[in-house]
């Protein structure tokens, strides 16, 4: 039976082991279970088991950008002429297939219904995406571009009591 995230108690050496993991994604489970303290058959055991409740949502490799030439990032905040549930799922399906699109937010306490971050390589390619692509979705009230000059801090790792 698998264990649900309500199940599974998390001790110091899940979370180190979490913790772990966010930064260093290439660590092999040897050198991981020597990192904690384990030997590498329960720590296998420990990951596995955080799989199942959950708590590893999945394994990626990030890419550089700047070596496919995506040169610039815009924040795009998108408002809708209406909020019917058709309309905003209608809106979401369309956002989800764009691959310059990397994160797509319904917000709340704005002007905006959503926030989009685009990658392009640069203005010429982000006008196209605008213009070719997003914009040409009727239910558009509006859109406000702000592009990235300087990334101070990107984070994938999340905060973990430790």
Known sequence: MEASMAELQLDKIDLHILKLMQLHGKLSNQELAEKVGLSPSPCSRRVKSLEEAG??????????????????????????????????????????????VQECCLLTGSDADYQLKVLVRDMKHFKIFLLD?????????GVRSSFVLKQVKNQTSIPLPI
């Open 55 to 100: 708590y590893i949502a999945g394994y990626a490799t990030l890419l550089s950008a700047e070596h496919f030439d995506l040169a610039l990032t815009a924040y795009i905040q998108v408002r809708l002429e209406k909020h019917s549930t058709e309309i905003l799922e209608a809106f979401e399906v369309k956002v989800s297939s764009y691959d310059e």
């Open 133 to 141: 692509k997003l914009t040409t979705n009727d239910h558009i009230a």
